[in-house]
């Protein structure tokens, strides 16, 4: 027993009986040491969480929130003008359009998450409420809550229509399912980035716990990903433009859903593509059934399998890139030697990324040498950031060809997402920052291989 | 005996998309008190709609269910060996999807 | 409508392959099979051309049809090696009697060999004995490190330069999966490598590395090869049914993961500085080891002191004389074993 006053309430991951209040502590102090990594989050910080719902990302945005009030508190009592605090926004994603939900149905969740996330705190939060069809729109439009999810204006809703028929005829053309449901989660984030950025959010949070986590690291190490698996369980992920936090990472999903219970923080129950469905499904439920069934068996094992998957090399993008000023997150210098950190990776770091699921591909995994290929003007000079924009020089019919295309993708994309080399069916319907990705990478990948034969090329009028 | 069931996490979708039940239940053998394995029988039997392998894997709940007697996890209280008495409340949570 | 073979075209189809879903005859599916387990062999370098080779044979499906295509490619590829059947009696009635006799067998069907090593005439104990002694909890771990040296002892008393275990991707995928599954950070790294212990003296190589179980005992079943299937008797355990079972899953719904999985196994990048154990010698039989004494030292130490748990926890402290004086007769024997050893280089 923690604290020894109180009943145990719940047998923690620890095996040692807590009480709420002391589950609650236990909790919050993993939450502020993985937020608190590398310095993370500081005063001029705009953190996006993104909510999907359950009781996860629920206590980041409580955890978050409570974090914020606290600081604004002790600025505001010591008349400290110089030291800022950090802002909150929401960002939920309405995927209805992937599980064939109808717009109605859709419509009462985004009502629920809006009346979930006003009751955070007195003060309203920012919600962004963005879709995955929203990838094939030009501008980051945002649905309202209060309105419907069609568009009052004929012209704005054939809009809306037209993305969520490209997405519907992209998934059904996917025939893996667990391609499919992966494609849906890297469109999912994309999605949030787009978000992020426009609003210019510099850092965005995920509910992502133990539990999931270690469930993904036998799904990638089955999907044959362990390679680029050590990118996504790191408490920092700079791959992307904003910054991805998994303050959570250490919380396993049964405090994490008792603690929601007993304080009373409201959930909101999606329907996703691997809930209460058939665990053979995929590869992806096959893999979560399984972690249930090995916690009952010896519930420390979701804890050991991530640590142990932690306990890989990550990357270079998954420290934050410094620089000289120095603040903790609550504003206040830390030491020193803290530096703080922009977000920004360092060039000699950069990795070649698959541009479906941007996982970093190995040397190895790269068919030999190519001859050059001409990549048009139009492609050429594209930074990772600048993939993200949409498009500005109307290349919008122009696509990769296909072959070229796949050698810059991961071998897991190219198996469970684009398997058919022949047909451009799927390729053709993905978003356009997947093909800009892809020059982006292409280019990279050219750079890297020049380099690696450098001492055996020519002078040449290149 | 009258007990507050309440189901969530996802779980409420087998049970008519309800999230809490106010039922009426009676102890086997006269007992006055109601074994936590009799009362899952019991919600499989009369509460349950759709899927019970959802809910239930043999004779308990499908490995990531919680349960919470009085707000206390069962896995304290001797599992499937917990009794419920009257006035209680039962909350069955399930973490296979949470995030 | 009964189809063609997809490969040869000509011969009725008789099976779909579980690792790539092709219908072929049976014909072709030897040849698949046969052929792709030659190219692991030359991709990898596994032998060298005259090398002495133990065959790790327990009677089971994996080192019969190992024994069966090791002898057929050593002839039809001429990879020159002088072959033999290496066998541990463990010392378990009615478990390792039957399989013994299918090895015994398996000697006069390939013409190849066989030698026999009891862990009796090793340490002076069997299995049964064992388990007499200690009961059910803890005997997986003393047959795992007798094992794993009664066959380099064996080997090396047959002079044998390399050893072919019949580990398949099953076999493979399942130790990267429990690796993971322990915290076993240092293991994963190793749990891959096609040929382990190349800087000792007996190299130990997996030819059967990517080849799917399914398909060894279809090969097996097809050719009516003789073996003996049987669980070990004193090995329930649980945990490793679980993953097995999760394997088995994953290949209903993509044959393909199971390699995968070994794909992954070979790509995990890990600190190299977790700490190395120094590898040294026993002092009491000469074994490779990082401690003073050797895994098999200790365990016997412990059984001959009547201390059964000596050696299965980290946190014993014991003093252990190395003369060890105990049991004479069971030492004596142990002895024997150990000047065999030193004799044939083994460190």
Redesign the interface.
Known sequence: MKCKQK?????GNQTE?MC?DCLRLSLLSKFKTGLNHQGAVGGSDKVLVAF??????RLALQFLCELQSKLQDEAESCKDRNSAVFDVGVAFVDESGAQGIPLTDAQKTLDEIASVVAEVRPTPLPLHLTSLESLFENEVLELQASSKLHEDDNSGKDNKDKSRQRLIELLSRVE?Q?GKEDLVEHMRMDALQRVAKHYGYTRVVL???T??VAAR??A????????A??AGIQYVDARWPVPVLLPLRDCV??E???LC??TNLK?V?L??M???GNS?A??NS?????I??????NPS?EY??M???A???PFGFNKLAQDDSMLHFNGRPRNPHARRNLGRIEPCEIEVLCPICSAPL?KSDFSSLQPKVSVSDSFTRMSLEEAFEPSTSGIDSELLPSKIFRDVCCPSCQ?QIIPDQSKDSVLELLPLMVQQRAAASLLRKEGWMREYIGDCLLESDE | MQLTLEFKGGLELLFGSVKVHQIEVEPSDGKDKLKLQELLIWVRNHLLKERPEMFMKGNSVRPGVLVLINDCDWELLGQLDAVVDEKDTVVFISTLHGG | MVRNCELCLERRAALRRPKTAQKICRECFYTAFETEVHEIIIKYQLFKEGERVAIAASGGKDSTVLAHVLTELNKRHSYGLDLFLLSIDEGITGYRDDSLETVKRNEVQYGIPLKIVSYKDLYGWSMDEIVGEIGLKNNCTFCGVFRRQALDRGAAMMKAQKLATGHNADDMAETVLLNLLRGDIARLSRCTAIVTGEDGALPRCKPFKYAYEKEIVMYAYFKKLDYFSTECIYSPNAYRGFVREFIKDLESIRPRAILDIIKSGESFRIIPTTKMPVQGNCERCGYISSQRLCKACVLLEGLNRGLPRLGISKAQSFQVSSDGNNDKRKNVVHERSKSRLVQHNIK
């Open positions: 009943a145990g309430q719940v047998l009986p709420k999907s719902g359950g009781p996860g990302s893996d667990t509910g992502l716990c539990t999931r690291v036998l990638a190490t089955a999907k044959g990903e362990g390679f698996l050590p999903s049964k994490l859903s008792v219970h007993l959930t129950f329907k996703k691997t809930a209460m053979r995929s590869i096959l893999t979560h059934s399984f249930s069934l090995i916690n009952e068996e094992r050991t399998i640590r142990t998957a306990k890989l090399i190995a198996y």
